[in-house]
């Protein structure tokens, strides 16, 4: 018997707790562990899974007091828009997951499988209800189904199998997300880190349709696998309510949101990246970046270039990420703050980004000595793979300086520029060394973010502008690059990428000027004639309508008419 409400806590926690176990008999909900901290799944649950389980005790800590209630809230959802979009073919799985398993009364009534409204009593009743629902998807979870092709150390194969097993709130979300159509199947694990793990699942459209592979990453919310999150969220303005210090399950939620709104913006910003698709509390689904068959394209460090051309292809690689860096800083207006091999998978000569749920908005007290190190990661591994890099202070440059361009191939353009403006005598030994130099003392440069942070404002005030790292942060550098814009716009072409070049204006420092600055877009860019007529026109249009308007008091009169007759 499903237990009462009650207003007694206890009292409900203890029918809650028995209503579990009785369902956990009859194999329909994972049983709470047994013999210490050991996982003893459920037959219906891991029917597939091989019999592992053994967990450190930190593993199962944070979920002692485990709830499922959030679980069932529909407010902690994004990407929910996807399931109404009538257009979206999530409408159609839906459908079709329902079709399959029962709950046909629901569908016939249109009602979704989470409904959106919140019981007002019987919370638990209600909650165990959804669970015991959800249990029919259980032979979905096939996590032993492991498809790696990418060369992991041993260490994390085995890690891999270990982890099979998921807790009873991951577990009930993926079982929701497929009782909702995100995904139909949950299979082997893709990666598992110390962070998060990520699957791979498929999606069946409809019956004939080759399925859609998908990937789900889910965050960890033990204790011991955290690392210093905080460093990253604090400062940031859209994390302005805090960190959540304290609580584990809210702060890798808010972990979890943070990556989806930043895939949102990469996706957008025609980023290749996974695009997100839904989030649920710590659980992420997004599209998988791999091929047909399940295999994940490998991360950069572990890619094979073949043929002729390796080095042509690791320089185009080196100038397409250059390019995509710059535009998540101007377009997104964000910084990866841990790019670098490992977070970016290649196929076919194309980069994809991913991991990105730390990186942090240009307005996060450190994004600019994330940036460094991001510049200073990748330069190490291209010079690695026998790229001749640019210095990373030059790079630093051309990603931060506002004017230029920020779509291909126009940024390949201005990557190139860069090379060719660059001191001629770059070859030689004695240059590199003077790079490595260069690169060491920008590495170690302290970049103060605003006026606050520097040591010595009057001093700093006496240094020529070029000699700042932060220079294309000062106001004025942004307003006066903003004057040069208006400017060139009387002289077409001025401030063209030829002429500083041509004029030496390009070499050394100089590189933020090479960018062709374009026509100005906006209004006050217009050319004044331009202006004037239209703004004649707006006037001669306005005069016109008012000869056609009826006086005041016609109107006046004829609307007390037509008022009086009705009555
Ligand atoms: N959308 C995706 N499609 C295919 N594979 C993916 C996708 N997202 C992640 N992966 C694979 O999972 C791995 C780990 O992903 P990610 O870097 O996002 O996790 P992480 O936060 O680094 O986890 P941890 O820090 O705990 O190792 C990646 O190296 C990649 O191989
Ligand atoms: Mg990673």
Avoid at 266 to 285: D, M, T
Avoid at 540 to 552: A, D, G, L, S, Y
Wanted: proline share 4%; hydrophobic share 35%; aromatic share 6%.
């Amino acid at each position: 018997m499903p237990p009462v409400w009650c207003a007694n806590d206890d009292l409900r926690r203890r029918q809650q707790l028995r209503h579990r176990r009785d369902l956990a008999r009859q194999g329909l909900v994972n049983q709470r562990p047994q013999d210490g901290n050991v996982y003893n799944p459920s037959p219906v649950m891991e029917s597939t899974a091989p019999a592992v389980g053994a967990l450190p005790a930190a593993d199962y800590v944070h979920d002692e007091d485990e709830d499922l209630d959030d679980i069932f809230d529909s407010a902690d959802e994004s990407g929910h828009d996807l399931l109404h979009n009538p257009s979206s073919d999530l409408n159609k799985a839906y459908n079709r997951q329902s079709q399959l398993h029962g709950s046909a009364s629901k569908v016939a009534a249109g009602v979704p499988a989470s409904s959106t409204q919140k019981p007002t009593a019987n919370t638990f009743a209600s909650v165990d209800d959804q669970v015991a629902e959800l249990s029919k998807h259980a032979g979905k979870i096939r996590l032993d189904n492991v498809k790696q092709t990418q060369e992991r150390d041993k260490d994390k194969a085995d890690r891999a199998t270990a982890e099979l097993v998921l807790d009873q709130r991951t577990r009930m979300i993926l079982l929701q997300m497929i009782n909702q159509g995100v995904v139909s199947e949950i299979h082997g694990a893709i990666s598992t880190g110390k962070e998060a793990n990520v699957y791979g699942a498929v999606q069946y459209l409809d019956n004939d349709s080759t399925p859609i592979q998908r990937a789900i990453k889910v965050y960890k919310t033990a204790i011991l696998v955290f690392k210093d999150r905080e460093r990253y969220i604090a400062g940031e303005h859209r994390f302005k309510r805090g960190s959540e210090k304290g609580n584990n399950r809210k702060m890798v939620k808010l972990w979890a949101e943070k990556e989806f709104r930043n895939l949102r913006r990469l996706h957008s910003a025609g980023i290749a990246c996974p695009e997100p698709l839904r989030l649920k509390l710590h659980v992420l689904v997004m599209e998988f970046l791999g091929d047909k068959r399940g295999y994940a394209f490998p991360r950069l460090r572990d890619a094979r270039l073949t043929g002729d051309d390796v080095d042509e292809q690791w320089k185009n690689l080196y100038v397409q990420l250059l390019g995509i860096m710059r535009r998540l800083y101007q377009v997104c207006s964000l910084v990866h703050a841990d790019l670098s091999e490992y977070n970016i998978l290649y196929n076919d000569n194309q980069l994809y980004i991913i991991d990105v749920s730390q990186s942090v908005e240009h307005d996060h007290p450190r994004s600019l000595e994330f940036l460094r190190m991001d510049i200073k990661n990748v330069n190490d591994f291209f010079r690695r793979q026998g790229v001749d890099t640019l210095l990373d202070r030059t790079i630093f440059n051309f990603i931060t300086v506002p004017e230029g361009p920020v779509s291909e191939p126009e940024l390949s353009k201005a990557i190139e520029r860069l090379y060719e403006v660059r001191p001629a005598a770059a070859e030689t030994d004695e240059a590199v060394a003077e790079m490595e130099v260069d690169n060491e003392v920008f590495r170690n440069q302290y970049i103060p973010q605003t006026l606050d942070e520097l040591y010595d404002i009057e001093k700093e005030a006496d240094k020529p502008v070029d000699e700042l790292v932060y220079k294309h942060m000062l106001a004025d550098r942004v307003v006066a690059d903003k004057k040069a814009g208006e400017e060139g716009s009387q002289s077409s072409d001025e401030g063209s990428v030829d002429d500083a070049a041509a004029s030496g204006k390009g070499s050394g420092d100089e590189e933020w000027f090479i960018f062709d600055k374009g026509a100005p877009r906006g209004k006050k860019h217009e050319d004044k004639d331009d202006k004037r007529s239209h703004k004649q026109a707006v006037k001669e249009e306005k005069r016109e309508k008012r000869k056609e308007k009826i006086p005041k008091a016609v109107k006046k009169r004829l609307v007390s008419t037509t008022t009086r007759k009705k009555k």
